[in-house]
């Protein structure tokens, strides 16, 4: 049973950062790419970040040169490390399997940045 738990959200002004954890209960952790997602309100659900089992990394062109994901094997953890965050960050983030995600997906974490 996979289980996806997103933290690390908060409200933060304009060019601050955040880092998102996402703890994965999930068999065989290392074998598994993951990515974040986000939704933002009215908004579908995209891939921003997603990191191979080898450490390959894609960003989203909106993200890029901002948000740094990586995974932590031993903790079965995942991290994104946000940098200078914009107003149009704002959405509720999500992480799972990357490209296909899984069909069960955890609460997610808000981040909420003001102008």
């Known amino acids: 049973q996979v289980q996806l738990v997103e933290s690390g959200g908060g409200l933060v002004q304009a060019g601050e950062s955040l880092t998102l954890s996402c703890a994965a209960s999930v068999r065989a952790f290392s074998t598994y790419a993951f990515g974040w997602y986000r939704q933002a309100p009215g908004k579908q659900r995209v891939l921003v970040a997603s990191?191979?089992?080898?450490?390959?990394?894609y960003y989203a062109d909106s993200v890029k040169g901002r948000f740094t994901i990586s995974r932590d094997n031993a903790k079965n953890t995942v991290y994104l490390q946000m940098n200078n965050l914009k107003p149009e960050d704002t959405a509720v983030y999500y992480c799972n399997l990357a490209p296909s995600p899984y069909n069960y997906w955890g609460q997610g974490t808000q981040v909420t940045v003001s102008s």
């Open positions: 990191i191979t089992t080898r450490g390959y990394t």
